[in-house]
């Protein structure tokens, strides 16, 4: 399975935003990019997913390279609520196995 | 509503106790997890479900033992209770395996505690 690199924290103040880095150079053509995250002592949740182009939703964007060797997760203006560990993940294509492989991900900490 | 439900939210036992942990989903998936989060907070993927049949067991003891009365349940129940088995335990479910469909929903965990 392609892995993914993070760092392990990451800081940012209030209302400014924040682009959370991820590598994946072994990534393969079929791969998904899938960003959750985890707030404390909660589930993870979905916050994102992409293939080859840049996608836009309500909670954040993420912006591909055009190698695909690497993404960003952009949160557009953190708050509080934001504080959380972000994983990025890569998924099989639809007729692969169903594996969510979770590395360290990034600690996000947002400063008032 | 409630999309993921796990239930117990905590538990204490005691070493070689056999408990369950109960999952329920209301989201019309298909496709039901297992993860176990230990306590460096590492998230690993134990069993997953689909249409009531095991699709992966990841190198998982046998003492653990998923059960799937129906696609919207997953029930996991663990035999011989050990200290290491103490985790929390997070339930989740997606449509059918792999590609876009995959986003997975998950519970709010169990946090098991073995003494």
């Known amino acids: 399975d392609a892995k993914t690199t993070q760092p392990n924290s990451m800081e940012s103040n209030e209302e400014e935003p924040v682009h959370l880095p991820c590598n994946h150079s072994?990534?393969?053509?079929?791969?998904?990019i899938h960003w959750y995250r985890q707030l404390p002592s909660q589930g993870p949740e979905y916050v994102i997913h992409?293939?080859?182009s840049n996608v836009n939703n309500r909670m954040a964007s993420l912006a591909i390279a055009e190698d695909r060797k690497s993404s960003t997760l952009i949160l557009h203006r953190a708050t509080l609520r934001d504080a959380a560990v972000y994983y990025c993940?890569?998924?099989?294509?639809?007729?692969?196995?169903?594996?969510?492989?979770f590395g360290t991900g990034t600690r996000l900490t947002v400063i008032p | 509503d409630t999309a993921v439900s796990q239930t117990p939210k905590y538990l204490v036992t005691q070493m070689g106790n056999d408990k369950s942990i109960k999952c329920e989903q209301n989201?019309?998936?298909?496709?039901m997890y297992w993860y176990k989060q230990d306590s460096k907070k590492f998230l690993k993927i134990m069993f997953s479900?689909?249409?009531?049949?095991?699709?992966i067991n990841e190198t998982v003891p046998n003492r653990f033992s998923p059960k799937s009365p129906d696609k919207a349940h997953l029930n996991l129940h663990i035999n011989s209770l050990e200290l290491g088995d103490s985790a929390v335990y997070f339930c989740?479910?997606?449509?059918?395996?792999?590609?876009?469909?995959?986003?997975?929903?998950f519970g709010p965990g169990t946090r098991l505690t073995v003494l």
């Open positions: 989740a479910s997606s449509f059918l395996a792999g590609g876009p469909r995959n986003t997975q929903y």
């Open positions: 072994t990534i393969s053509g079929t791969d998904y």
């Open positions: 992409g293939l080859t």
């Open positions: 993940i890569l998924t099989p294509p639809p007729t692969g196995a169903n594996n969510l492989f």
């Open positions: 989201l019309g998936h298909d496709t």
């Open positions: 479900y689909n249409n009531k049949e095991l699709i």
